[in-house]
């Protein structure tokens, strides 16, 4: 947790945001980063999805089954799906999203959203060609080359 926290704090020392994020499997760092949401223009650079790309490339898996991830924040929610995407088994925070809040990063609306039906969502959401998007999945489900996931 000391790593990600000092990956955080010099993150913000050389003009980055303040979150960094460390994965570690077996008592090993597999990988470590920080947000370089500004820096690449990039909205989901976020310390814990740049983590974990670097965890993937590292150990040549999309699967992170045994590791961990220590984060100087809670993760907001799309880093948090994205650990579950990776099946990393355990996280653990510093500072939480209460305290991202105090200093202008507030996911909570984000959060809100996704409890909302779509209908009520701000962005407008709407489903299109429902019939014709079957098809993916019906090719998915009958082939012999995938990969599962």
């Not at 809040?101 to 996911?107: A, E, I, K, P």
């Not at 009520?120 to 489903?127: G, S």
């Amino acid at each position: 947790m000391h790593l990600a926290i000092d990956i955080a704090t010099k993150n913000v020392e050389n003009g980055g945001g303040p979150f960094g994020a460390v994965i570690v499997k077996d008592n090993e760092i597999i990988s470590q980063s920080f947000n370089t949401v500004t820096t690449s223009n990039d909205p989901t650079a976020h310390a814990e999805i740049n983590a974990i790309r670097k965890a993937c490339k590292a150990m040549e898996t999309f699967d992170l089954s045994g590791c961990e991830i220590y984060s100087s924040c809670e993760p907001c929610p799309m880093c948090l799906s994205a650990i579950y995407w990776a099946r990393i088994e355990k996280i653990y925070f510093a500072a939480d999203r209460y305290d991202a809040s105090n200093v202008g990063f507030n996911d909570s609306f984000i959060y809100n959203e996704l409890s909302l039906p779509i209908s009520e969502r701000k962005i407008p959401i709407e489903n299109l060609m429902k019939e014709e998007g079957q098809e993916p999945f019906e090719l998915w489900r009958k082939s012999t080359i995938k990969i599962e996931y």
